[in-house]
């Protein structure tokens, strides 16, 4: 929210109270308490009336200050809340008080606060990372009528303002589809349905990530709103209504770090079961389909030789005014059990559409409203409205019985066969309700799609395992990276919204998101087979991937026969790449760093870098630069180093832009050197076991190289390679069978127990065995 007309005038009507300096320091083991009055005390008159701002420090975790500033702390605390995974206990906070200033340590970090002079100073050791001064910490009015003492704090905002360096660049605030960079952005973090072509977001996270190396999250469900780089071009100010404002600043010192850290607040990334990293096709939206036709799917994905993972029901399992009833549409599936299991049978995972809203016909309203399972109006009406469904109500998820009411529904259609849920919508959520829990509306907003996400997670959980729970979620605020897997949203199926998607999920990634899919094709409208196929190849080198739409179908012999051959091509690649991909996915779930991330995450000090959102790493080895147009022509950035491409053996040297063209079975798809790639032969489908299957691909050995590969959430092997001239010292740690390959490399010999060098003299095979072998490489 702008408050300010220019750089010295605030807007008609406002007034801004900000600290002068600190009279009183109350300092605990772990906190320190700062009385700071808005105007200077000089004589005991000085403190009969006016606002004092009562500012509480601590350091939480390691690099870690949190700052709580609160004017009237006598408000009543509402109970929608962050669940952050924060410490009962820390012993990172150390102060130091001089006469003119406080230092408040923690680790490497450090906020110093002028005592005399209010101003705030966050540094990396003696490195300045952003700072604040005058007016920018502030208590605003609006409506202000003069009145010395204006009672009301209905027209009460609590403000931050943190200074911008020269070059200093914000990434993230959750999935946005507007610029990557977000400098120059008004962003309001609040939840809506909007598309991904517009300001509108699904996934609103009030964190951001500087190139400095720094983050800040601030600790409000309720509508935060940002303004990078806008009322002031030097500065990021946030900004929420009320008495007080509660955040995090969170050092590195890389971006990496910083969501380390981030997410160790907020909670790390589920790991999602193998199998979803496969191929997903879904019914689409608003087809017409029953059982006959979602065989012919999934038959003619076989006959054609495209291995399928899970098979997506969409809206109309379920009859049409009757979502959400968890029940089949009788009149398309008369026996929905049976075709749970003959689906089964083909070796295929089943996944199906749910929402939180109840329409008047759905069989669940009349139990969910004499139960008072259902957001409320104030006169004690079950809230209702006639968008997405006439008479639609909405589960509230504060109710402990309406969330186990919910939850036993979903057990039903568990017992019956289905694997997982696609957790739509859970965005456009009335604030004029009452909630079973009291909990203000406002604040409810963005936080209902946690509580909404959380109940099927938990559910999946207790009847699957930690191993199977997966959703395929829309919506998410703050911790929602918790309830993978989270997809894009409603695009166009144009080359725009392929761009626009990305994008999209570049910035969700940069704001603490392990996993990120996507509608293969576009979702509104058809598009043409050139967009479908170079889609396909994008889709396929995400994290997951799943063919949707909304009014016509997904399957690709629908747009040409060379579609067919797409699919299969890159749907058989990704299988190719599992182990490389799983253990990618198992160290995002214990770190927080994404698997799909920006090249600016990746490549920090590349300057090059900073503004890329059309390329991507796909872990931390694999660059992919998608085709955005029909010509098939390929623009991206290569940083230094020797690159590998994937597809095609050729080797170059980074630290350039590349300009080429690519067929419809080709991308720019490049390995880093010093990259080791785990990858499966004879990889049939998404279930198999890496154990005797494992190649380990070579890329660009310039020194050393290190990789390890995980199944089941445990270590299968490890690989530790060094290289001196033409010489190669390795280590196998794991008992497994394996080969490697060094790519374009020639071996001349090899030594080691159970070692044996095939005649292609560039693969080691060793049995299951580990310990140390050498070999020599023809230069």
């Known amino acids: 929210m702008k408050f300010h007309n220019g750089c010295w005038l605030l807007k008609e009507g406002y007034k801004c109270f900000s600290p002068a300096h600190v009279y009183e320091v109350k300092e605990d083991k772990d906190q320190v308490v700062l009385c700071a009055p ?89 490195s300045l990372l952003t700072q604040s001064g005058k007016n920018d910490l502030a208590y605003i009015k609006t409506d202000w009528t003069g009145e010395a003492y204006d009672k009301r704090i209905d027209n009460a905002y609590m403000c931050q303002q943190l ?60 509508k935060v709103e940002f303004e990078v780089a806008t009322e002031h071009v030097a500065k990021v100010g946030f900004s929420v209504k009320g008495e007080s404002l509660d955040y995090f600043l969170i050092n590195g010192p890389s971006m990496k770090d910083v969501l380390v850290r981030y997410t160790d607040i907020t909670g790390k990334p589920a790991l999602p079961p193998q199998w979803t990293f496969g191929l997903w096709l879904s019914t689409s939206f608003t087809t017409d389909y029953d059982e006959e036709t979602v065989m012919s799917f999934i038959n003619g994905m076989i006959s054609r030789g495209i291995p399928l993972s899970v098979f997506h029901f969409d809206c109309c399992w379920m009859r049409e005014f009757h979502w959400t009833d968890f029940v089949w549409d009788e ?92 957790t739509d919508f859970g965005e456009r959520i009335p604030t004029d309700v009452v909630y079973y829990n009291n909990a203000n509306p406002e604040k409810m907003h963005n936080y209902y799609t946690y509580l909404y996400n959380k109940t099927v997670y938990e559910v999946l959980l207790r009847r699957r395992g930690k191993e199977e729970a997966v959703l395929f979620a829309r919506s998410a605020t703050a911790g929602g990276q918790k309830f993978p897997v989270h997809w894009g949203g409603d695009c166009w199926s144009d080359y725009q919204s392929m761009e626009q998607s990305l994008r999209g999920g570049l910035s969700l990634t940069s704001s603490g998101f392990g996993f990120w899919s996507h509608d293969i094709g576009g979702f509104e409208s058809t598009s043409t087979a050139d967009v479908y196929k170079r889609w396909a190849a994008f889709g396929l080198l995400s994290t997951h991937s799943r063919l949707h739409g909304s009014k016509s179908y997904r399957v690709p012999w629908l747009y040409d026969e060379q579609a067919v051959e797409v699919v299969r091509f890159f ?49 931390e080895n694999l660059m992919v630069a998608p085709i955005f147009n029909e010509e098939g022509k390929a623009v991206y950035y290569l940083p230094q180093g020797l690159w590998t491409n994937y597809l095609t053996g050729e080797k ?42 494992l190649e380990m691909k070579v890329y660009g050995l310039v020194d050393e190289a290190h990789t390890e590969v995980y199944q089941n959430e445990k270590l299968l092997t490890s690989i530790t390679l060094k290289r001196d001239n033409n010489k190669i010292y390795g280590e196998v740690k794991g008992n497994t069978q394996l080969k490697i390959r060094f790519v374009g490399e020639n071996i001349l010999e090899a030594t080691g127990a159970d070692l044996t060098l095939e005649k292609n003299d560039s693969i080691l095979s060793l049995s299951e065995w580990h310990g140390a072998f050498n070999c020599v490489l023809n230069n």
Request: glycine share 8%; charged share 25%; aromatic share 12%.
């Open 331 to 422: 009149r398309v599936f008369p026996d929905p059990e049976g075709m749970l299991q003959r689906i089964k049978e083909k070796g295929v995972k089943i996944c199906v559409w749910i929402n939180p809203y109840v329409g008047q016909e759905s069989v669940l309203f009349e139990e969910g409203m004499e139960n008072g399972y259902f957001l409320k109006r104030a006169n004690g009406d079950v809230w209702q409205w006639d968008m997405w469904q006439p008479g639609l109500a909405i589960v509230d998820f504060t109710n402990p019985d309406a969330v186990q009411w919910y939850q036993r529904k979903l057990e039903e259609l568990l017992d019956m066969g289905v694997d997982c849920f696609k």
């Open 163 to 222: 200074g911008l360096s020269v070059d200093e660049l914000i990434y993230g605030l959750g999935e946005r589809f507007t610029p990557f960079v977000k400098n120059g952005q008004s962003v309001c973090i609040w939840n809506e349905d909007g598309g991904t072509s517009t300001e509108q977001s699904y996934k609103n996270i009030p964190f951001y990530l500087s190139n400095k190396g720094y983050g800040v999250f601030v600790n409000h469900t309720e």
């Open 571 to 619: 749907t058989k690649l990704k299988l190719e790449l599992l182990p490389y991909l799983y253990s990618n996915a198992y160290i995002t779930s214990r770190t927080g760093i994404p698997m799909l991330r920006s090249m600016p995450l990746e490549f920090e000090n590349d300057r090059n870098c900073r503004y890329l959102d059309k390329q991507y790493m796909l872990g």
């Open 652 to 693: 170059i040297l980074g630290g350039n832009w590349r300009e080429e063209y690519h067929d419809y079975l080709s991308i720019p798809l490049w390995v880093r050197e010093n990259s080791i790639i785990a990858t499966g032969l004879e990889a049939e489908d998404a279930m198999y076991d890496f154990h005797d299957r």
């Open 38 to 126: 808005t105007t200077r005390i000089k004589e005991k008159g000085d403190t009969l009336g006016g606002i004092n701002l009562t500012i509480k420090i601590t350091a939480p975790m390691p690099e870690v200050i949190r700052v709580q500033t609160v004017h009237y702390k006598g408000v009543k605390e509402d109970v929608t809340k962050f669940e952050l995974e924060l410490p009962k206990e820390s012993d990172c906070f150390h102060m130091e008080e001089t006469e003119d200033e406080i230092t408040i340590y923690s680790g490497h970090l450090n906020l110093v606060i002028n005592k005399e002079n209010w101003s705030m100073s966050y540094k990396r050791d003696d």
